[in-house]
């Protein structure tokens, strides 16, 4: 199966915490389960903390970004709004030779 399924695109989704860290260290644990859930199901292909510790940053494949956003509503984070997103989506044009084989 090829890094981008046909059909689907890619999305940067740019978590932003809204809400101290102490209650966003309270929701960690259930939105690290939905991280992993989502890599299981294909849909998440790179994920991690920013620098400063001021959110995250996930790129998914996706078959449209109301899909993406519906995912994304199911993340501990989202549910218990401690975290603004902002999702892009874009089309691939240009990968890294590593890349290409998968």
């Known amino acids: 199966m090829p890094l981008i399924a046909e059909g689907h695109n890619l999305f940067v989704i740019d978590l932003t ?4 860290f ?6 960690l644990e259930p939105h690290l389960a939905f991280v992993t859930e989502c890599y299981a199901k ?5 994920s991690g903390a920013k620098e400063p510790r001021t959110g ?3 790129i998914a494949a996706g078959a449209s970004k109301d899909e993406i956003r519906a995912l994304m509503a199911q993340d501990p984070f989202c549910v218990h709004d401690v975290v603004a997103l902002e999702i892009t989506e874009f089309k ?11």
């Open 92 to 102: 691939a044009s240009n990968m890294a030779e590593a890349l290409k084989a998968l």
């Open 22 to 27: 102490e209650e966003i260290e309270k929701i």
């Open 42 to 46: 294909g849909a998440f292909l790179f």
């Open 17 to 20: 915490y809204t809400k101290p």
């Open 56 to 58: 995250g940053v996930i």
